[in-house]
Every structure is written in structure tokens, then in C-alpha cells.
């Protein structure tokens, strides 16, 4: 116990002043460091003197610079700031960040959520929009915000920013003021994908429309033109390029599922792959091509998959398996 009240006596004795923490002026502004080494040091200086701390025998008019205190003029008194110029020589200044939020995990996230409050504050009881009159406008999701931003934001956090960020895009176009235009831009994408408009595939002069389809490793080329329902797929029958029943079905599915098998025909060219990436690619392809002479089939093609870019493909072969996922047999022995 004896030790133990020692020890309190010791630290009660280095205990800090009560006092506040802040130099005096005279001393902070006059304050030199003192060495004997002729080696030289580095001074940081970033940030402008504060005023509250400025004493009576500064004036408010003079121009106030900081320095680097000279090592090289002995003999003078190492205590008094340097007159002449009115320039004030400190030895260390305390370094500010540019932003308050540079000491948190999500510095650039942060400061624009809080450019996203402050605006939602200001301009919040502008007019705004219904949600089904406000112009498309292609928002980042999380995880392309994660890549342009370089930070791991939270997804409640950027689902709240993006609720503040919507409700400000719906201010009326002609009172929406640009630095509300200014806050929401990094939460845009470059590219509005909803302004894209499908390139138009114009009929030839022969009354044919060409598609294109691909399946796995397939390529399929298909020229649709106004007939009696005859198919060839490289100048061969549809019965001939295809021995399989449900792959000569998926190659004509378009029209089939379209009840226009008596109203086309069709001519086809396929390469790569086998019979059922060939009659798949197929497919697509005729769709594509109906879809010029009759656009209005577009929604029941699409309903009935023959739109849709099947993109699955053969899983490759890993080291140590039989196949993709298959394992050798475990034996014991």
C-alpha cells in the first residue's frame, strides 16, 4: 500500500495545470526553438495564425507571415519576434486537412453526404415532380459507387443518401438551382443509358431483314424475307441440318411461337459449336429479323425467350477435378 501511495503522490505531482492549454500570445508568437547542433530541421507551416491569440503589440493592419525561425544570426535575443516587416517567426504550425472528414474511413463518401444534407435542407420545400414526370436519370449503384469513390460504403448509409439524392432530383427543372446539379453529380453515371435508342435494321431492297444470334460458341446468321415457310440452314433443309427433333423446334421457335412458320422463310448461315448451340443461335437470329418486319412482336418474342441473350456457357475444367466440379474418388488406401 505504501508503494501504491507513492505512485499516486508521483502522478498527483506531474498532474497538468488547470490552466488553459493555450500559450500565452507573447510566448506562442515569439517562441524559437533552441539548439546547439548546427544540423537544420524541417518547418511545417499550413495554417494562418489566429487572431484571438495575437498580442497588444501586434496590430491588426500589418501583414502577419509566417516564417521559418533563422539559425544562423547568434548573438541575438532568441525570445523576441522579428521586427522591421512586421513577420511573425514560429519554429511549428499545426497541419489542418482539407476536409474535416480525413480521418474517417470514407472521407470522399462523407463529404458528399453532407453536401447531399445540407442541400436537401435548403432547397427541400422547393416544387417538386411527380416521380413519373422526372426525366430518367441512370443513378451509380453501390458497387459502382464503391469503384469510382475507392471506399467501402455501407449500403444503409448509401441507401439513405440516395433517397435524399432522389427527392432532390425531382425539384422542377426550371427552379433547380445548379448547385443542387453540382451535389447530385457524383452520384450519376456518365452515361444515361435510358436515352440509348435501339439502332433501326432497315429491310433491303429484296424485302429481306437480317438478324444475328449467338449461343456458347455458335454463330448464326438468319435473312427472313415474306414467303411460304421454307427454311434452309446452310442450303441444306431444316430436317437435314438438324437430325434432333427439339433442335430443329428451337431454330423455328421464333416464328412458331409467332404462328408465322406459313408466312416467311427463312435463310440461315451457322458455324462453330454443336447441333444445340447452332439451333439456339439460330433462333435468335430469326427473331431479330422478325422483329424489322414486324416490331410490334417484339414484347410477345421477348416473353417467349426468343430475345433474351442466353449467356450461359461450359464451365471450365479446374486442376485436380475430373471435370468443373466433379473430384476424383477419395480411396483410402
Avoid at 493555450?22 to 518547418?43: E, F, G, H, N
Wanted: proline residues 7%.
Amino acid at each position: 500500500m505504501s508503494a501504491l501511495r507513492h505512485s499516486f503522490r508521483c502522478l498527483r505531482e506531474f498532474r497538468p495545470a488547470s490552466g488553459p492549454q493555450w500559450p500565452s500570445a507573447t510566448t506562442a508568437l515569439a517562441y524559437r526553438t533552441r539548439t546547439s547542433s548546427p544540423s537544420t530541421s524541417r518547418y511545417l507551416s499550413t495554417t494562418t495564425p489566429r487572431p484571438a491569440i495575437l498580442g497588444d503589440d501586434i496590430h491588426a493592419d500589418k501583414d502577419i507571415a509566417i516564417v521559418p525561425a533563422s539559425r544562423d544570426t547568434p548573438g541575438k535575443n532568441e525570445h523576441s519576434s522579428s521586427g522591421g516587416n512586421g513577420a511573425i517567426q514560429i519554429a511549428y504550425a499545426r497541419a489542418v486537412p482539407h476536409s474535416p472528414s480525413y480521418f474517417s474511413r470514407q472521407p470522399i463518401f462523407n463529404d458528399s453526404f453532407v453536401v447531399i444534407q445540407d442541400l436537401a435542407r435548403k432547397y427541400g420545400r422547393l416544387p417538386i415532380l411527380p416521380k413519373d414526370k422526372v426525366a430518367l436519370t441512370a443513378w451509380k449503384t453501390k458497387e459502382q459507387y464503391r469503384l469510382a469513390a475507392g471506399e467501402h460504403v455501407k449500403g444503409r448509409d448509401y441507401a439513405t443518401c440516395m433517397t435524399l439524392a432522389k427527392r432532390l432530383n425531382q425539384i422542377h427543372p426550371d427552379l433547380k438551382p445548379d448547385e443542387v446539379k453540382e451535389g447530385l453529380a457524383p452520384f450519376m453515371r456518365d452515361i444515361n443509358y435510358h436515352k440509348n435508342r435501339p439502332k433501326i435494321v432497315p429491310v433491303d431492297r429484296f424485302g429481306r431483314s437480317h438478324g444475328v444470334g449467338r449461343r456458347k460458341s455458335s454463330v448464326a446468321r438468319a435473312w427472313v424475307v415474306e414467303g411460304n415457310g421454307e427454311v434452309l440452314v446452310n442450303g441444306k433443309p431444316l430436317s437435314e441440318a438438324f437430325g434432333r427433333i427439339h433442335d430443329r423446334e428451337s431454330a423455328v421457335w421464333a416464328l412458331k411461337s409467332t404462328d408465322r412458320l406459313d408466312k416467311y422463310n427463312v435463310w440461315g448461315l451457322v458455324e462453330g459449336g454443336g447441333t444445340t448451340g447452332q439451333a439456339e443461335a439460330m433462333a435468335l437470329a430469326v427473331a431479330k429479323a422478325l422483329c424489322t418486319h414486324e416490331p410490334a412482336l417484339k414484347n410477345p418474342l421477348r416473353r417467349a425467350g426468343c430475345i433474351t441473350r442466353d449467356p450461359r456457357r461450359v464451365e471450365r475444367k479446374k486442376h485436380g477435378h475430373v471435370k468443373a466440379r466433379k473430384m476424383p474418388t477419395w480411396v483410402k488406401r
